[in-house]
């Protein structure tokens, strides 16, 4: 049988953590003959920690045969030794009265800390996720404070967005989800985030042309992705826990294990594709292959969609703009 590899999870005792950390366990992010140690971090607070310890109570009674080995931490030197994979969910929600400048300053002293430790102590072959918000700046700040590790593996998740926008297709053409091919989410894990159906097919025949309706375009579907998490939020009273942690299984899977010539969205660090600055934590469409994701490249981008990409860059460049004195 395999030798087990080491997934760090931050934010774990969250609710995110918790409907995702059963799913790594029984085998659903790194395949079934795959055993895991998982290696958890919580802020050292005594409410969270113990939140902690009761989350990994039920791991424990779960007795998932692949769950090698279960680890609590407080220091993300500790939680992320000789890491595998590093999924970094938590991360500082927006409290009242807080400004986005204080949002991203709080969230770079958490991103540039996380990256230094994984720099220092973790698998030089670690890939990393970044679901905490604001997911797309968040790892550009741990790539950058990052210098040993390939940037490359620093990653966002924009993962839930393009199942959102697969969703949204598939109940509008009457069809399965599963049947939906390339479709991509461009840009930053946010409400300017561009879904991308132009490319899309259903059973072959093109998306766009089956819906046919620029305006629903515009108007409903790009809006109704964009704002899916404060739909959410409105309904349930508490933000998307569920459905975030199933795009990040999708996220890491895909990586890890290919997406056998599918596309699939990421946020990575552009190199300069579609006319991104290189460095920027982008949404792209990327296939998956042998541990190694590749950008799609060579689409041709339309005058809504460039001004829509425009728009989702700006944002991204605004944040970066925000930290960099931080960095
Ligand atoms: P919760 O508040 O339930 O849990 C977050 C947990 O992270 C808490 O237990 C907290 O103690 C812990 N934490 C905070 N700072 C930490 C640090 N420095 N080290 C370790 N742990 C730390 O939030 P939850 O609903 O689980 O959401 C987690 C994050 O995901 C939020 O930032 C949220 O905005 C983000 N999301 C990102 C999504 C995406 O698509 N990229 C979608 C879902 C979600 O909104």
Known sequence: SKAPVRVAVTGAA???????????????????????ILQ??????????????????ELEDCAFPLLAGIEAHSNPEEAFKDTDYALLVGARPRGPGMERADLLAANAA????????????????????????????????????????????????LRLDHNRAASQIAAKT???????????????H????????????????SVKDTINDQVWNADTFLPTVGKRGAAIIA???????????????????DWALGSNGEWVTM????????GIPAGI????????????????????????????INITLAELQGEADGVKHLL
């Open 14 to 36: 969250g609710q995110i953590g918790y409907a995702l950390l059963f799913r790594i366990a029984s085998g659903e992010m790194l395949g079934k003959d795959q055993p895991v």
């Open 40 to 57: 958890l971090l919580e802020i050292p607070d005594e409410k969270a920690q113990n939140a902690l310890k009761g989350v990994i109570m």
């Open 110 to 157: 958490i991103f540039t800390v996380q990256g230094k430790a994984l720099n220092k102590v973790a698998s030089r072959n670690v890939k990393v996720l970044v679901v905490g918000n604001p997911a797309n700046t968040n790892a550009y700040i741990a790539m950058k404070s990052a210098p040993d590790l390939p940037a490359k593996n620093f990653t966002a998740m």
């Open 174 to 188: 009457g069809t399965a989800v599963g049947d939906i091919r390339k479709l991509t989410v461009w840009g930053n």
């Open 190 to 205: 946010s409400p300017t985030m561009y879904a991308d159906y132009r490319f899309a097919t259903i059973n072959g025949a």
């Open 235 to 253: 309904a349930r009273g508490l933000s998307s826990a569920a459905s975030a942690a199933n795009a990040a299984i999708d996220h890491m899977r």
């Open 267 to 274: 946020g990575v660090p552009s190199n300069g594709e579609y």
């Open 281 to 308: 934590v982008f949404g792209f469409p990327v296939t998956t292959e042998n541990g190694e994701y590749k950008i799609v490249e060579g689409l041709e981008i339309d005058a809504f969609s460039q001004e829509r």
